[in-house]
């Protein structure tokens, strides 16, 4: 699928530290704050404009039904969102740039960590993205993203809406999600779900987001994004960071030229940085990589796998209560992939709790479609599907299409 629109991007900087700078008061609600004062928000965007963006986010981070929720606004999704991105149309569309649907983390845990299902969680993405896609957005990004699950139940709703779909996730200095989520399982998983582009935001300066990005780069089938903090905040709680716009820039420009197409900035960034990694990169050429890279790689949220020619299951193992210890004890075994057997939701369930404890690819055995389409759906990951299970190939190649899934 190719990207939708033109490279290199230049995304917008940080939201919230200029509002703070700007006045913004801790403790309030940020996107009904900006509703009662659209100035400041159009003041911001307008500079960033001028400094030579190609793409504005909406200030909907927040407006979805869980975090309205604590402000007693769950009633308003669709209203506020769409009164959020006219606010930045205004700015946007004179200056033909593009306006991305800003979506944050649901704010809720799916279980066997939280009490939400899956379906629950896809339910808030579905609602604020549809709301998005009324309001008239060019695309949606999922920003600041934390966990396997979300980033997964926000691509589906993005699909259904039609809508090309950016993901975004936050990366702590060892190189994980404070989720435990591995970057290279989330690009290897969303990539084959059909996100248009993948990258990090957040948590670090572009010094440690280099080398994470490098680590993706020659796995990248799609564009990577960029969007780090200027560096580390001067004080505690402050807006203000300690990279210059120059030194930003600067840094930012070693991504652009090993092949990041999408560049922009998150917390402490000003108009001032993104003007200085505009100039820094204009007239440059952009060249992607031409690697080719990894399509057949499977994925838990911990860990990613790439397969080889030569594929040894395991005899297939029921989904039962010893299923953790099952999968452990194929590591002492000659093969390299983990066969599962899955005749119900129930076990659909086991292998969703227990996949983690594996340090093998899985390859699930399901002979009944709707069992398939549900542990497809639930599973964080991305998994084999065996073909020898009397599926008809072309339901099994569609539902596969959908979520990504491997046929084998």
């Known amino acids: 699928m190719s990207f939708p629109f033109s490279l290199p991007l230049i995304l917008d900087g940080a939201t919230g530290t200029n509002l703070i700078a700007a006045g913004m008061p801790s403790g309030v609600c ?7 004062h659209p ?27 869980h975090k309205l929720a604590g402000y007693g606004l769950e009633d308003r999704v669709e209203e506020m969102n769409l009164r959020l991105v006219e606010l930045t149309k205004r700015v946007a569309g004179p200056a033909g740039v593009l306006v991305g649907g ?12 939280g009490e939400a299902t899956f379906e629950e969680l896809y339910q808030i993405y579905e609602e604020q993205i549809q709301a998005l896609k009324k309001a008239g957005v060019d695309f949606i ?10 980033m997964r139940a926000g691509v589906l709703a993005a699909k259904k809406a039609g809508l090309p779909v950016f993901v975004t996730m936050t990366a702590e200095e060892n190189g994980r999600s404070i989720m435990g989520t591995k970057p290279l399982s989330v690009l290897l998983t969303l990539q084959a779900m059909g996100a248009s582009a993948i990258g990090l935001n957040c948590s670090t300066g572009p010094d440690q987001m280099e080398a994470l990005l490098k680590d993706l780069l020659p796995h990248a089938s799609v564009p990577l994004i960029a969007k780090p903090n200027a560096g580390k905040p001067k004080a505690e709680n402050s807006c203000h960071y300690d990279l210059t716009p120059e030194q930003f820039a600067e840094d930012m420009a070693r991504m652009f030229q090993f092949g990041v197409g999408i560049l922009g900035g998150c917390c402490g960034t ?40 030569d594929i040894a299951l395991s005899k ?23 066969l599962v057997e899955i005749n119900s939701q129930e076990d659909a369930d086991i292998l969703i709790e227990n996949a983690g404890m594996t340090r093998l690819p899985i390859d699930i055995l399901v002979h009944d479609l709707s069992v398939l389409e549900y542990t497809l759906r639930n ?3 991305r998994l084999l599907v065996d073909t020898n299970c009397g599926i008809p190939k072309e339901q099994l190649k569609a539902i596969a299409d959908t979520y990504g899934a491997i046929l084998y």
């Open 141 to 150: 990004i999922l920003e600041t993203q934390m966990s396997l699950a979300d």
């Open 39 to 65: 100035e400041v928000i159009t003041d911001l965007q307008t500079q960033f404009v001028q400094a030579g963006v190609n793409a504005l986010y909406a200030p909907t981070f927040g407006a979805n039904r």
């Open 379 to 381: 599973f964080q990951g």
């Open 270 to 309: 000003t108009p001032q940085h993104i003007k200085a990694l505009h100039d820094r990169i204009q007239g440059q050429s952009f060249h992607i990589p031409s690697q080719e890279p990894d399509h057949f790689a499977a994925a838990i949220e911990s860990e990613a796998f790439f397969l080889s020619d």
């Open 30 to 36: 940020v996107e009904q704050w900006i509703l009662d």
């Open 316 to 338: 297939p193992i029921p989904c039962t209560y010893d299923l953790s210890d099952d999968l452990i004890d194929l590591e002492d075994e000659q093969i390299n992939v983990a």
């Open 102 to 113: 800003d979506v944050s983390p649901a704010g809720v845990m799916i279980q066997p960590y």
